[in-house]
């Protein structure tokens, strides 16, 4: 959402306020629809702040959350050029090392040799690309490495971050980030919709009551009067 669209949401608001105060000292305003009057208004303004205000708070939540999953993935890929650094010493077979070396060329988005390519490999490969490198696929092939790792039962390296223990506890910590990504966002959304819902529903968000009070104030005053003419210059924008 740029960053000129959430400016003009806080206006609205803003805007709202400062018909409020112009309104008010209108002796003559007293309209008959409810959500014209000026306590009502006054609630629909403190409304669609703090809606504003939740949003923010939604928003910087997500991108913490953003932020704490690039710092739990940044380990990963060296980490598995450790691991299979470890594996290349057991003398394992070529199947499985070359299983091993599949799944991490797979996280690090690299491809194989064109020459070493199976014909299965490059079939697969026309229809999901051979670099999977969006955050739950990388989690994923991570996983699938770690569950190769345990049927190896001359894995046991000395290196505490590279003990299978340590390294199911870091994949627990990616897939966790990523729900927390998610959840935020989710978050983050619904608050969206509230907002938008408040500030721009068809015929009972701020920006249509907003208008109305305009077009009271134009038909109690008339179009050429300066009680108008003050409110009229009072802009607000449509997110449509």
């Known amino acids: 959402m740029s960053q000129q669209y ?22 003559a305003y007293n309209p008959s629809i409810d959500n014209l009057k000026i306590e009502n208004l006054n609630t629909l303004y403190t409304t669609a702040l703090a809606s504003l ?14 932020h704490t999953r690039q710092q739990a993935y940044e380990n990963l890929k060296p980490t598995c050029t450790r691991i299979i650094n470890q594996l290349d010493i057991l003398g394992l077979s070529s199947g499985t090392l070359d299983q091993a070396k599949s799944l991490n060329r797979l996280i690090q988005g690299s491809r194989k040799k064109k020459e070493e390519t199976t014909a299965e490999e490059n079939e697969e490969s026309k229809s999901v690309s051979t670099s999977r490198q969006s955050y739950t696929q990388l989690a994923d092939n991570f996983s699938k490495l770690l569950q190769l790792l345990s ?23 990616l897939t966790n980030s990523t729900q927390a990504v998610d959840q935020t966002e989710a978050e983050l959304n619904s608050k969206l919709i509230e907002r938008n819902t408040i500030l721009y529903a068809n015929g009972t968000g701020l920006y249509t009551i907003a208008q109305n009070v305009k077009k009271y104030v134009k038909s109690l005053y008339g179009a050429t009067s300066p009680e108008y003419s003050n409110v009229s210059k009072i802009k607000f924008t449509d997110n449509n």
Not at 13 to 18: F, G, P, R, T
Not at 151 to 173: C, D, F, M, Q, V
């Open 151 to 173: 049927t190896i039962p001359s894995y046991n390296p000395n290196i505490e971050e590279l003990k299978l223990a340590t390294l199911n506890t870091y994949l627990t910590t």
């Open 53 to 66: 205000s939740t949003v923010e708070e939604k928003r910087n939540a997500n991108k913490s959350a953003i």
């Open 6 to 27: 959430e400016t003009g949401n806080a206006k609205n608001v803003a805007n709202l306020q400062k018909l409020i105060q112009q309104v008010t000292v209108y002796t």
